[in-house]
């Protein structure tokens, strides 16, 4: 067991249970009791069930801390809501939270979304965590500390750690709703496999690591694909033999904190194009449109049947391969007569459309990254212009009391992987351990 559960959690749950029934029949009153009685004695509360807040959660209860974590949906639910062939993008063993290091016999396979998800239920069955929770809206308290309205009534905290992932609203560009509406539009968490979709020609939209995936799926189940490229890094799979990010993690890439970023809209940019699929292979611009899929530019506009696209596709891969070259310098650095060989890479032919028509097309994909979603429900003044927390270590550095874990870069380029989160987690634990004293 990673923890034992205290005397509170072990016996409240019937109550809850049989209060929250009734709470549907008689409203607010009782859902508020429910609220209340379901946290007794906790001050802590954690936000989100996924990697961080379960992290987070470890690290806790590693340093005596009580506390809850509520999860809207299920454990997992953002790994669950993975097209049906995913897999994890990162070697195997990679999966390793705190106190949980992957323990299979392969450990530069890469698992389906079955197993990420197993792991982390069994990671969350014996910690704190109550599922199916929503909290709607977090807020100051009436007498300081916070406020927290939850799908099971209201309650306060003296203390609150947001960890709702990295990945939060789908984004689209402004356009993005002009589709014409015989056409199926969807994100990437709708996406299932390519059976699924209506037949016909299938464009998508976001060329990094998800656009890449979807676009060979459906192009190798003999679709017609269009992918609107934007920039996005890339590298060999395995250079030397050895996985990309293997080599990557014995250097400082992934602990390149935030401050390094060149500007604070480079903590948006794609991830290295790549893919776990089939035992991981090369994936980027130059294998996609070897395989046939019909590489353009950036998506520009859209009118009616017809969309427009920029005539970067060109400029698109030269900055990828600026990328490919940076990491190349990086591993000979840093790694030395030890770095792969890292060659140049070959020519691309760049000569896309500027428009289409989307008669005879299927269906549009958006996989052109998240952006954070706060603003919706957390009604503090705890973020900068572009939704991210403002924090020093995790910690709200506007709102005492308020945490972060799991926030793309939120410290570092590992801040929200499975393997670097657990670093974030234990700073997180301990600095609220020092607030609650």
Same mark, same amino acid.
């Given at each position: ?33 429910? +609220? ?27 340093? +005596? ?116 509406? =015989? ?24 060329? +990094? ?68 699929? =089939? ?17 353009? +530019? ?140």
């Amino acid at each position: 067991m990673l923890v034992e559960l205290s005397v509170v959690e072990l016996c409240y749950t019937p109550v809850f249970e049989v209060l929250q029934a009734l709470s549907e029949r008689f409203g607010d009153v009782l859902a508020g009791i429910v +609220g209340g009685l379901g946290f007794v004695g906790v001050s802590l509360v954690v936000i989100g069930g996924g990697q961080a807040g379960l992290a987070v959660s470890h690290e806790l209860w590693a340093l +005596g801390i009580e506390h809850v974590v509520l999860e809207r949906d299920r454990v997992a639910e953002t790994w669950r809501r993975r097209w049906d062939s995913f897999r994890l993008v990162t070697p195997n063993w990679t999966l390793d939270l705190p106190g949980a290091p992957y323990a299979g016999d392969d450990p530069d396979g890469f698992v389906p979304r079955e197993e990420i998800v197993d792991y982390l239920e069994q990671y969350a069955a014996n910690l704190p965590v109550r599922t199916g929770v929503a909290v709607d809206g977090l807020e100051p308290g009436p007498a300081g500390g916070f406020l927290l309205r939850t799908s099971g009534g209201q309650r306060t905290a003296d203390a609150v750690v947001v960890c709702t992932g990295a990945y939060q609203r789908p984004h689209r560009p402004p356009f993005g709703r002009e589709f014409p509406r =015989d056409l199926a539009v969807l994100d990437a968490d709708g996406y299932r496999n390519p059976a699924a979709l209506p037949a016909g020609r299938v464009l998508v939209v976001g060329s +990094g690591q998800t656009g890449c995936q979807i676009a060979e799926e459906l192009c190798q189940s003999g679709r017609e694909v269009f992918l609107a490229c934007g920039r996005a890094p890339w590298g060999p799979r395995r250079p030397a033999g050895r996985d990309i990010v293997t080599w990557l993690n014995e250097t400082t890439w992934f602990r390149t904190p935030v401050s390094a970023l060149p500007a604070p809209a480079a903590r948006l940019f794609a991830n290295i194009q790549t893919t776990g699929k =089939d035992g991981g292979h090369d994936l980027h611009y130059r294998t996609l449109q070897a395989m046939g899929v019909d590489l353009v +530019g950036r998506l520009a506009g859209v009118d009616g049947h017809h969309v427009r696209f920029a005539n970067d596709l060109a400029e698109s891969v030269a900055w990828g391969d600026a990328r490919y070259a940076d990491i190349g310098q990086l591993l000979a650095a840093q790694l030395g007569g030890r770095a792969p060989h890292w060659p140049d890479p070959p020519p691309f032919r760049a000569d896309p459309p500027v428009e289409l028509n989307l008669r005879g097309f299927g269906a549009v994909i958006f996989t052109s990254g998240f952006r954070p979603d706060y603003a919706g429900w957390v009604r503090l003044p705890a973020f900068d212009s572009m939704g991210f927390p403002i924090t020093d270590d995790g910690a709200s550095t506007v709102v005492p009391g308020l945490y972060f874990c799991g926030v793309h870069f939120l410290r570092t380029r590992g801040s929200s992987l499975l393997f670097g989160v657990g670093e974030d987690a234990a700073v997180v634990a301990h600095a609220v351990a020092r607030y609650s004293r």
